[in-house]
Structure formats: structure tokens, C-alpha cells
């Protein structure tokens, strides 16, 4: 096993610039989690995040849940929108980017659907509703409708060309090329995942087939040369919370069958990175580098965005690093490795490591997947989601229905999904339309899905957990 890794020590530096331009064509963005705390832990961490997103040219941000503590918001007009998301990251010019958002438990123990209902509210000029904004470039608009929060659904894919700027292609189907390779996120919603949450039955089953679906388009796609997934919760972790049992029964075999190359997530406060492979012996305390020549899946904990804590004991048997304070962690794609840095809120570089791609083998078709993906009968899903249904329905449905259609009508005069279509900004056909398809459906965004619609109850309030 020694083999399999190579140790390189490193002095820890007192600033978060790391001298070297990235290999290109690369793809470069920053992850926070439980980022929601508005305090001077946070701000801390938004000035050394806009620091580092400025150095890599950062193309967009991964907003990693627990994004509004303690209750989530009460709607897209509740003041912590401002004073927790646009006054601490919007000053900071290098973090006008894209923020792929998933929902924590407790945006959850608020009305998440809110968290949603943002991605289709943020302003725009009333000249926009005369053309179709899904044909615009994300930079173009974004710039024009002020949007950066980014959360079409509860789960959604989106997918990023690696190239020399690092930044979106414009759409033109002449610079797609046979060796040109993208990297495909893709959010899930681990709340959901949560057998547990039995009035969440039908979107639970919905979720984990979807998931599925996504993985194998991904693996399947000769142009797909990274799969990285996200949620709040941890699959393995040191912290406080524990290893989460559902999405170790549920989840972790889609991403070990898919041959997924990094799960990243919060929850635990704290940075932490843990692997498949791990060294025979504990990395010395003067050890701030490793790079690994061997494929996994690779876990990283980042939920230290505006909350702190102190790791559990013993360590997880799959831990190489962690660091129990505030930080966030900065990723460099290229088309041979990812490099991940773990930075602290005063800029410090605490830690690097370097994975190799992942050379995909043959995947089981989604159809072979039963016993991994456990259905859900229908008669139950139906019964739950109908009770459900109804609670939503006396709380405003209709309201969003009508909100829908409005946005529909002005927003946009074209799709309104989720996927990677906006991102990769190819509107039209394109020669890898073929290998693409399971990226350019609606359903990319679940949008066949139910949305949730969610109040904070008492029954939720009891079941809170810390974090």
C-alpha cells in the first residue's frame, strides 16, 4: 500500500497563493458548507474564498447546504437572503459567479422550497422578457439578471467543459472537438435520501432512480472525464455525526458502480478528507501534500463555511487529513488529475492533495441495479405523496402554480431545466447531442419530480439535529 501513495512534506504557508499557473485546459472552482452563520467565522472565510476564487479564476462556487441557519428562510423575501448571502459575498468581485446550491437539514427546518423558488426569483430588467434567456451564455446572463444563486430543484446536474479560460464554452458546436472533455456535478438532496422522512417516500424513490440514471449517462459518456457529487450530509467522517448509514446503503454503491471520482459535502464542521485507498500509516504532522496514484472515490468535508467543531475520536479508518476549524476547500480539474486545497479563514494553506482521473471500465446498466436501488412500492409512494400533497396544497400551491406560469411566460420563452444545457450553453444541436442525452433532458433537473414544499413543524423541530 506505501506504493500506492506518495508523500511529499511541505512547510504549512502562511497564505493561501500557490505559486504555478494550472495546467490547462482546466475547470477551477471553491466549495463552502454550513456557511449560513452570519458572524465573523464566516466573513473570515468569504474574504480568503474571494482570495483564492480571484487566484484560480474560479468559475463558480459550491454552496454545500446548511445555507441559512438556524431555521432555514421563511421565503425569498426573508431579510437573511441579504444579510447572510449578498452583504457577505456580494462585495467581493471574484465571487460573482455561479453558486450551485443543495439544501442542509436546516434549510429544511425553514421552508426550503424558498431556496428554490430564488433560482427562478432574482431581478432582472424588464427588457429580458422579450428574448429567450436560455440562449444566453451564463457570464451574459448572469450579468444581466443579477442572478448567482443557483438552485433549480432539489437534485440537478450541471456539467463544465475543462478549458484553457476555465470557463463555459460560448455554445458554438465548432469548438466541441472528440477529445474535448467536461466534468459533470451532480446535486442530490440527502434530506430526501433520508428513508426516515417517510412523507418524502415518493421523492426519496424518484431521487435515488434519477441519481442512477445521471451516474450512468455520466460513466457512459466518452466525453465525461470527471463525475463529482454532492450533498449536504457525509457518507464517512470523523466529525461529530457520524458515517450516515442511508446514503452508506443507498448512495456510496452508485458511486462506487459509477465509478464517481469525488463525493463532497458538509454537515460536520470541520475540513476533512477521506478515501477509498488510504496510507498504511497515519501521515506525520509535517506532511501538508500527498498526491495518490490509485482510483476511488474520494470524500471531502467541507461544512466549516461559518461553524467550527472538533473532530470525533478515534479518527475514521478512511481519514488522511482534517482540520476542526473554519475553511473551505478550492479544486483544480485539469485532464489528467484534481487538486484539492484545504484552506483555513486566515489563508493558510493547511493541506493539498492530488488525485488521478479515474479511467472508466464497464458500468451495470441501471436496469441491473435492484438490489442497490430499493423501490419503492407504489401503492405506499402514492398514499404518502398524496397526504403530502395535500398539506402542500393547503399551504400555497397554488400560489406556486400561479408563480410558475408567470415565470414561465417572462422568464423564460424557452426550457426551464435544470441541467446542463444553460451551463454548457449549447442551445442548439450539437454533434455530441448523441453521447449528451442524458444530460439535456428537463428530468436532468427532476423536473418531473414533485418540488418540495416544507414548513418548519413541530415534528421536524424534535428531530433537529445539531449542525
Known sequence: MAALFTMLAATVVASAAVSGAAESPSLTFVSLGDWGKLGTGQRNVAKQMGIEAQRLKASFVLAIGDNFYEHGVRSVNDP???TT???VYGPIDSLQVPFYAVLGNHDWYGNASAQIDYHYREPKPE????ITLASLPFPLYAAATGRRWWMPH???SVAYPLTSEGQPMTGDSSEATEEQQYAVFVFIDTWVADP?????????HEQLHWLAKTLHGAATDPHV???IVVGHYPIYTSGQHGDTDFLVSDVLPLLKEYQVDAYL???DHDLELLSEHTPEQPLPKNVTELTSDTEGVTFVVTGAGGKKRSFSKPLHKQHIYGWPSYGFTSHVLTSSQMTTHFISSDGSLLFTYTQPRRIRTAVKEESELAPLIEDTPASEAKEVWAQWQWVAGAAGMGGL??????????LFSGRKCGGWQRVADEPSPSPMDASRAPFDECTDAGADAPKTRHTDTDANKSRAQAG
Open 225 to 227: 472525464g470527471w463525475i
Open 265 to 267: 459535502c458538509g454537515h
Open 154 to 156: 432539489n437534485w440537478y
Open 85 to 87: 448571502y449578498h452583504d
Open 196 to 204: 426516515s422522512n417517510r412523507q418524502l417516500a415518493a421523492m426519496r
Open 127 to 130: 427588457w429580458l422578457s422579450r
Open 401 to 410: 402554480l400561479a408563480g410558475a406560469a408567470v415565470t414561465w411566460a417572462v
Open 80 to 82: 437573511l437572503w441579504q
